[in-house]
């Protein structure tokens, strides 16, 4: 079972920023490709953002990109999403995960943790 902690979400007003942490296991960190997703209400979970394990290299998605960013903490296992300039159609909850490939995309096949509930109101 792999293990995710998803933390650092909350409510901000819109055009705020916020930014989330996907705690692992060293071992996941190392070897694993990250991917950040959300399930907006009423709409299917999708990719919001991935970052391999190996080399750094990273992806956003199209409704993200110039807004969110993610990066790696190597010395603290822990991938973080810097969520800036958020709309109102950024409310979600936010989930990390992993398929236990080394690279991007992540299509998670296990279990998802309990995310990180983002709300972006005024």
């Known amino acids: 079972h792999v293990q995710l902690v998803e933390s650092g979400g909350g409510l901000v007003q819109p055009g705020g920023s916020l930014t989330l942490s996907c705690a692992a296991s060293k071992f996941i960190f190392d070897n694993y490709a990250i991917g950040w997703f959300r399930q907006r209400p009423g709409w299917e979970r999708e990719k919001v953002a991935c970052?391999?394990?190996?080399?750094?290299?990273?992806s956003t998605s199209y409704s993200v990109k110039g807004r969110f960013t993610i990066s790696r903490d190597n010395s603290k296992s822990t991938v973080y999403l810097q969520m800036n300039s958020l709309k109102p159609e950024d409310t979600a909850i936010y989930y990390c995960n992993t398929d236990e490939s080394t690279t991007c995309p992540v299509i998670p096949l296990g279990s998802w943790g309990q995310g990180t509930q983002v709300t972006v109101s005024s």
């Open positions: 970052i391999n394990s190996k080399d750094g290299r990273n």
